[in-house]
């Protein structure tokens, strides 16, 4: 089972910083945070991972919560090409599977 | 440089028939996952392969699954004796190393089963 909780949907205006959140509240102190992406008809894509650090790279940030319970992804500005199916996931313990949940459908808007 | 390549990108086959789908991963990378995704539905795992080790196979649905990864490099998913709900998006994705290595993913091949 995923052990991640997201939102199952998001709007976003063109432009705007979208935030997408994740609950994870049985994360292990060895396990990532790693988000991905999928557009309509594509393979999922990397976004970003983190441990406890908040993370930044030219695609978004992540913010990891103190705790490690739950975690944010940013994007800054949101542009109609991130329309897209955002998946967080907790890496499994000290093996090697990403179980993926359901996601976050974000639709950004004009 | 090149990604993950999946072929055929669609395939249409008889309920009954065996199937298989084709992985090249990214060259040097040494992990292997095969994913599959219904119509509408999250990523299933299926399995997973890392260098000589023997695969993580505890995804698999059913014993009509089956999956090869020969030298290293490129895999193979067969799956016997097709049936409908077996229809799906199967995605491959290869990465660098296992742990804390992201995934890099091909665009998949649709099944579907007549």
């Known amino acids: 089972d995923a052990k991640t909780t997201q939102p199952t949907s998001m709007d976003c205006a063109e432009g705007r910083a979208a935030n997408l959140p994740c609950n994870h509240s049985?994360?292990?102190?060895?396990?990532?945070v790693y988000w991905y992406r999928q557009i309509h008809s594509q393979g999922p894509q990397y976004i970003i991972h983190?441990?406890?650090n908040n993370e930044t790279n030219e695609m978004a940030s992540l913010i990891i919560t103190e705790d490690r319970k739950s975690s944010t992804l940013i994007l800054p500005h949101a542009t109609l090409r991130d329309t897209a199916v955002y998946y967080c996931?907790?890496?499994?313990?000290?093996?090697?599977?990403?179980?993926f949940g359901t996601g976050t459908r974000l639709q950004v808007f004009p | 440089g090149a990604g993950v390549s999946q072929s055929p990108s669609n395939k249409v086959t008889e309920k009954g028939k065996d199937v298989e789908l084709r992985c090249d991963p990214i060259?040097?990378?040494?992990?292997l996952y095969w994913y599959r995704q219904s119509l509408g539905q999250g990523l299933e795992f299926l399995i997973y392969?890392?260098?000589?080790?023997?695969?993580?196979k505890s995804g698999l649905p059913s014993d009509r699954f089956s999956a090869e990864r020969t030298g290293g490099s490129v895999s193979t998913l067969t799956i016997q004796r097709t049936q409908q709900e077996d229809s799906a998006v199967y995605l491959c994705a290869s990465s660098l190393q296992s742990y804390n290595s992201p995934l890099h993913f091909g665009n998949g091949t649709r099944l579907t089963v007549t």
């Open positions: 996931i907790v890496r499994e313990g000290n093996t090697d599977k990403l179980i």
């Open positions: 060259s040097g990378h040494t992990a």
């Open positions: 983190g441990l406890k």
């Open positions: 392969f890392q260098g000589n080790s023997a695969p993580d």
């Open positions: 049985t994360i292990s102190g060895n396990e990532y």
